[in-house]
């Protein structure tokens, strides 16, 4: 059985860092939902803190670095990607602006995304609404209709049993990347490109 391609996208800045931990908890709870259906996951998690010089230098000489090349194809070839970044300033953060300016505009098209994001407070998090599912939508990317905000007092909340705590809020968003995931099936891998050489392209032109 062909396994799903999930890359895992973290913005975070810090170590050990917040933005990580919901990224984690995020695949972790989409890989168990996708296993009771039996479906395998290969995972792929891009820690953009690590590729902040290739990103800087990606913008100043138009080439990407061998790490920030890989991280690019791990993204355009994954069959969902969940994107989780800290919130400044009430918005995502410029790193991970950046990294997805890099990626080519066609790329997530029809791609099931989870959105998500960390910050100190809660009066921050409508900035998943007006800031992250806009960029994600201008790429027409699929994204899950619940986006997953954790404050610092989040960690450790279960809930009240009226609202969800950040728990149920994972398992929610999870769930729908899994139903997503299963209804499209795995991407069959991609058959290498057959290269005519110009001169026999030249040949033909003659004929």
Avoid: C, N
Avoid at 57 to 75: E, Y
Avoid at 156 to 175: F, H, N, S, V
């Amino acid at each position: 059985m062909t396994a799903y391609r999930l890359v895992v996208v973290s913005a975070g800045l810090s170590e050990p860092s917040s933005t990580r931990l919901l990224a984690d908890r995020l695949s972790e709870s989409t890989i168990r939902q996708l296993s009771y259906g039996g479906r395998q996951v290969d995972v792929t998690v891009v820690e953009l803190r690590d590729l902040a010089s290739e990103i800087a230098h990606h913008f100043v000489t138009g080439f990407p670095g061998a790490a920030l090349r890989g991280a690019i194809d791990a993204v355009t070839g994954a069959d969902a990607v969940i994107a989780v970044t800290p919130i400044f300033t009430a918005s995502y953060s410029g790193l991970f602006k950046s990294f997805f300016d890099l990626v080519d505009h066609d790329a997530l098209t029809g791609k099931p995304v989870l959105i998500a994001a960390t910050g100190g407070t809660p009066r921050h998090s409508l900035a998943l609404e007006h800031a992250v599912r806009p960029l994600f939508s201008y790429l027409r990317a699929v994204v899950v209709p619940t986006a997953v905000y954790a404050a610092t007092d989040d960690w450790g909340t279960a809930g009240d049993g009226l609202t969800d705590g950040l728990p149920g809020r994972i398992d929610r968003a999870a769930g729908e990347l899994a139903a997503l995931l299963a209804g499209r099936g795995p991407a069959a891998p991609a058959l290498p490109e057959q290269v005519v050489p110009f001169a026999e392209q030249l040949a033909a032109l003659r004929v």
